[in-house]
């Protein structure tokens, strides 16, 4: 099952839909690497609100594919995180390290935009 | 007319070979923890347990198998988890399990993380038969 | 005379124990509607579950005859225990008492008994066999349904007190995207998990950007809730918001230091008042020392 991205201005935004298996993950991460190129995103939105588990190798995915975006040039904020989730995330030793969170779309673009307007005000 | 709980003796086994079968494995688990009456927090911590476990199966031993059962021990109900595989075992089983406070010590195993979520934890390893991790959740 | 009591009893010896209760198990559902009307006009007149209606009673005896006759059938007890769980759930909040469960249990127990002696009362022999089958089992569901009742009323009261639990410890949203959570006292895990839930909850409910933890109050910590605490700190963190400490006293920092917390990458202020206008600030609130404010409203007064 693929994951939606959309396209908003300067941003991209992935959905993820629930039971996402290893392999969906991974093809998102070469699907966004690919669309941050076209399109010169400034951002990536991952929501990951349908997600009712976060393992340990997804949370790796999440943290590869914003290593990797960041290379290319753009932010990752991962937004969404459940309340249960968080708590088994930390439990299990979990961390979206490095990684910016944020709680849901709105604030993730929001923080966007901060970030932005920030990088800009430094040139 | 007899009322016999359904889920008193409620078991499953999910063969995992391959990762779609983590996903299979943990959905199951959860849905049976629901039926049992754990929170949805709690349920998310079977789950994500089951889904680091099986995930050990792939990828240390290529194959095994999850068996989620309900358990009760008089005065409350759980869930057991086994996950079970005839891999080439865990060398340094302490190693394997010392949780500290960084979440790099474990091997890369993910079992102190499970450890410290479930009420028991029960680990045999090794070359010949392979890795035997039980875990048990007590319901609040 | 002698070689037919010979025969009766050698008769009586095969038949099992199994056999027997299957015998009377057999008999108690084939009398069923009589015996249950028996036991229902003894249990009005006993004046037990006065808090219950005689339409109700009479509902609920149905299905307690049937899990009884059940648990009498196959010799378990399980489900008995789970269904004397989920009555009591029912009924305690109607007021019905423990000694009012354990009274209608033992009044069947008698209506049952009297109904057996009714019946192999031509043969002593045959009628202590029934009976060596049925006292037992019909102990054991007596016990197994009062152990039910109190069960579910302990975790009724357990839910009670974490309700008052939760009321005293309250996540305040004292501004726009800021929370405030003031723990006071002593936290054991199972408390310490509570909060963590509710904050968790609390920054999703009030889109929070920033929470302010006060242990100020908190005495001491041992290292499991010290985790407790640093996992809070991160699980918020997944959640989009900064956590600011504050009220950290020297042993508790120390505590953390020893589970190997790097306190410089935690967000720690000295007290509760520097924690919120720290909050503020990461919020983009201009903060105004108060002797500011005053000036400026009594210049605008003179102005009038």
Not at chain 3, 65 to 83: H, I, K, P, R
Not at chain 3, 145 to 150: L, N, S, T
Not at chain 3, 189 to 199: G, M, S
Request: charged residues 25%.
């Amino acid at each position: 099952m693929s994951v939606p991205i959309l396209k908003q201005a300067q941003y991209l935004i992935a959905t993820i839909q629930s039971a996402l298996s290893d392999e969906d993950l991974l093809a998102l991460q070469t699907a966004l690497v690919e669309k941050v190129g076209k399109y010169r995103s400034r951002g990536v939105i991952v929501d990951v609100t349908a997600l009712d588990v976060l393992d340990s190798f997804a949370s790796r995915t999440l943290r590869d594919i914003a290593h990797i975006i960041r290379l290319r040039g753009a932010e990752t904020v991962i937004v969404g995180v459940q309340p249960e989730v968080a708590f088994a995330m930390v439990q299990l030793g979990i961390t979206l390290e490095k990684v910016s969170t944020a709680l849901d779309l709105e604030e993730g673009l929001a923080y966007l935009d901060k970030r932005l307007q920030h990088a800009r005000a430094e040139h | 007319m007899t009322e016999q709980n359904p889920l008193d003796d409620a078991e499953f086994c999910v063969p995992v070979a391959s990762v779609n079968d983590i996903v299979t494995a943990r959905m199951q688990g959860r849905v049976l923890a629901e039926q049992l009456g754990f929170s949805t927090g709690e349920a998310t911590l079977v789950a994500t347990a089951i889904s680091e476990l099986a995930r050990n199966i792939v990828q240390y031993a290529g194959s095994g198998d999850i068996i989620v059962r309900s358990v009760t021990n008089g005065t409350k109900r759980g869930i057991v988890v086994v996950a079970r595989d005839r891999g080439p075992g865990i060398g340094d089983l302490k190693l394997a399990v010392r949780s500290g406070y960084s979440t790099s010590g474990g091997l890369g195993l993910g079992l102190p993380g499970v450890r410290r979520i479930v009420d028991d934890f029960q680990i045999v390893s090794d070359r010949q038969a392979g890795t035997t991790v039980t875990v048990t959740k007590w319901r609040s | 005379m002698k070689s037919m009591l010979e025969r009766e009893v050698a008769l009586s010896d095969d038949v099992s124990t199994a056999e027997l209760l299957r015998e009377l198990v057999e008999h108690l559902r084939q009398h069923r509607t009589e015996l249950r009307e028996e036991w229902a006009r003894r249990i009005t007149e006993a004046k037990v579950l006065t808090a219950m209606t005689d339409a109700e009673i009479f509902a609920e005896a149905t299905s307690v005859y049937d899990n009884y006759v059940a648990a009498l059938a196959t010799g378990t007890f399980e489900a008995l225990q789970t269904y004397s769980r989920n009555l009591s759930e029912r009924i305690i909040p109607r007021g019905v008492e423990t000694h009012e469960v354990v009274g209608i249990v033992l009044l069947l127990r008698d209506v049952l008994a009297r109904s057996l002696f009714a019946k192999y009362q031509t043969d002593f022999q045959v009628l202590n066999r029934i009976l060596d089958a049925y006292e037992p089992a019909a102990n054991r569901i007596a016990n197994t349904v009062a152990v039910g009742f109190v069960q579910e009323r302990e975790r009724i009261i357990r839910q009670q007190q974490e309700a008052i639990r939760e009321l005293s410890t309250p996540v305040l949203q004292v501004r726009e995207r800021l929370l405030i959570l003031p723990i006071i006292g002593v936290i054991d895990p199972q408390r310490a998990r509570q909060l963590t839930e509710q904050l968790l909850h609390g920054i999703r409910a009030n889109r929070a950007r920033v929470v302010v933890i006060d242990i100020t109050g908190v005495a001491a910590m041992d290292s499991h809730v010290a985790n407790h605490l640093v996992q809070t700190v991160e699980a918020s963190r997944l959640l989009g918001a900064t956590v600011i400490v504050t009220g950290l006293s020297p042993e508790i920092a120390q505590t953390l230091v020893k589970i190997g917390v790097d306190l410089g990458k935690m967000n720690t202020v000295g007290d509760l008042q520097g924690g919120i206008e720290e909050a503020e600030r990461l919020l983009g609130y201009k903060v105004v020392p108060t002797q500011e404010v005053q000036s400026q409203i009594s210049g605008f007064r003179e102005e009038s």
